[in-house]
């Protein structure tokens, strides 16, 4: 386990664009876990990682956005992000942004080193535990492709919802295939998108779980409109959302009250 710089370290919230915008509940179940974990969190003037510039192949925009996420974090002990494709864009994209740049390039190789998605961070860095919670459910969890290739995060969410004693983890056939969402992909390819989603939920309706679990909003925003496209009573949360007990605002796709 890595040693934190000090008692409480300090954590700089990437919140991404889809939760600020579409579930801002992510952000603050984010928060409640890295405070029970023993951090001191802030979270500085944001706007986006730059993913989706940077996969339609506009680098310059990309890079003016990273410049910009390399400034306002830079100072704190870790950045985690409660997104394993944003976390993989800051730990993986940005340092090859940047090598031609030697102004930015170790700049962003240093803030690479210090950036986590959230459930790894609470997992292997700080070993922390889910206390006690209220929650008596049946879950089954999809691996993110971007959390789950890039960031190598497999064991991790899955090590913070056995944890929680009134839970019920029933894994998926097909748990580390791609849902079809991948950012622009599910744009271009509607049609292969729609069938690959299909057949995620076709998997995930065969374990009878109450809640399908992720890490990736733009995952879990693919899935929850096919499953109600096809009137599943099956809930959808990100991850953080159930950990820490923060479910009350309804299900992702649904108004809290809705049916």
Known sequence: MNQPSSPRPSVGLLVTCLVDLLRPNIGFAAMKLLHEAGCDIEVPSQTCCGQPSYNSGDLETTKNIARQVIDQFEFFDYVVVPSGSCAGMLIKHYPKLFEAEPKYRNRAIELAS????????LVDDIGYRVPARRLNVRVTYHDSCAGLRELGIKGEPRSLLESIETLELTEMSDSEVCCGFGGTFCVKYGDISARMVSEKIASIEATSADFVL???????????????RVGSKIAVYHVAEVASDMIASGPIGKDAGST
Do not use: H, K, P, Q
């Open 114 to 121: 210090r950036t986590r998605e959230l459930v790894s961070f």
């Open 214 to 228: 992720g890490g990736d909003l733009g995952c879990l925003l693919n899935i929850a409109g096919c499953l109600s």
